[in-house]
């Protein structure tokens, strides 16, 4: 069956061979099984952390978790109840139907709605749908963002990310191109040099020291590339893209982070992170990206 409904998760079978799995915690795909035109074998293209909770007891350290309505701690004045990265990632999601089922993808939609859990700490109405595709060599996700609100009340003002855990041992990968773009420095010591923009200067970025970069304005389509693994991610509505490796520095104070796993991966996640999307009454907006496995 390509589309298996489990308690907990829905498993994607693409006829050619890849696979995913999704689970409806967080809608965080835990699993991208694919190979690639050079490499027809699938090889698991995520890291997930042996010591992430699966259980719905806090967000997987590892797959892709979802980001929204806020990126790290909240700022917006709506969004000061809620912790870091927002609840999206922290609920669990309904399972609303198969998208498409056929050698072209295999596509399901999950979806978010207001619940006590949200409400208490997050008032204004919302629809999330969550479209995940799973292609012979891709996988591609799309948040749908509607504001259910009446037309009368102010935008929905929200950030968005996919926090992609891209598995490739994290002394060999690099990932491009972000030279010139401008960015903000997380490792940084004080609030003041955090909130100085930087330029990039490399012409392939690598995460051999604490890296935690959230670049502006940045070109929308980036290769993570090393021995082992290759993707290119691909994305729509996300202005901005953050690169994130803890090393040991940062990775051995993370309680669910099994013991040197910062070695085993980088975080290249796209996102709208600087600013807010400013959402009217009864639209919907659409972030996207495609990942597409080169190696
Ligand atoms: O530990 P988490 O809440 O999952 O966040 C993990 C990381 O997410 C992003 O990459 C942020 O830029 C980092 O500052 C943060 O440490």
């Known amino acids: 069956m390509p589309v298996q409904q489990q308690v907990d998760k829905i498993v ?17 795909v835990i699993s991208w099984k694919s190979g690639s035109v050079p490499n027809p074998q699938p090889v698991e293209r995520l890291f997930v952390s042996s010591k992430a909770a699966l259980d719905g007891s806090k967000p997987v350290r590892g797959g892709i978790p979802v980001v929204f309505p806020c990126f790290g701690a909240p700022t917006h004045p709506e969004h000061l109840k809620l912790g870091q ?13 198969i998208v498409m089922d056929n050698e072209a993808g295999v596509s399901v939609k999950l979806t978010l709605e ?40 102010p935008p929905l003002e929200f950030q968005a990310l996919f926090h992609n855990y891209i598995r490739a041992p994290a002394s060999e990968v690099s990932i491009t191109p972000l030279e010139g773009i401008s960015y ?35 070109p929308g389509i980036y290769e993570v590339a090393s021995p082992t693994n290759k993707v290119e991610i691909k994305t729509k509505s996300f ?6 490796n803890p090393q040991a520095e940062a990775g051995s104070k993370i309680g669910d982070m099994e013991a040197g796993g910062w070695e085993k991966y980088v975080c290249v996640e796209p996102g709208y992170v600087r600013g807010f999307v400013k959402l009217e009454a009864g639209q919907t907006w659409i972030g996207q990206q495609v990942l597409t496995a080169k190696l």
């Open 85 to 97: 990265h927002g609840f999206a990632r922290s609920e669990t999601w309904t399972f609303n139907s």
């Open 114 to 153: 207001p619940k006590a859990s949200i409400t208490e700490r997050y008032e204004r109405p919302f629809h999330l749908a969550y479209v995940v595709t799973l292609a012979e060599h891709q996988i591609s996700t799309d948040l749908h963002v509607q504001n259910t609100a009446l037309s009368t009340t």
């Open 239 to 244: 202005k901005d893209v953050v690169v994130w």
């Open 12 to 28: 994607l079978t693409h006829p050619k061979g890849s696979s995913a799995e999704i689970l409806l915690y967080g809608a965080t």
């Open 184 to 218: 903000y420095d997380k490792t940084e010591t004080s609030e003041e040099l955090r909130s100085k923009p930087k330029t990039e200067q490399r012409a392939t970025v690598d995460v051999k020291k604490f890296t935690d970069s959230v670049y502006e304005d940045a």
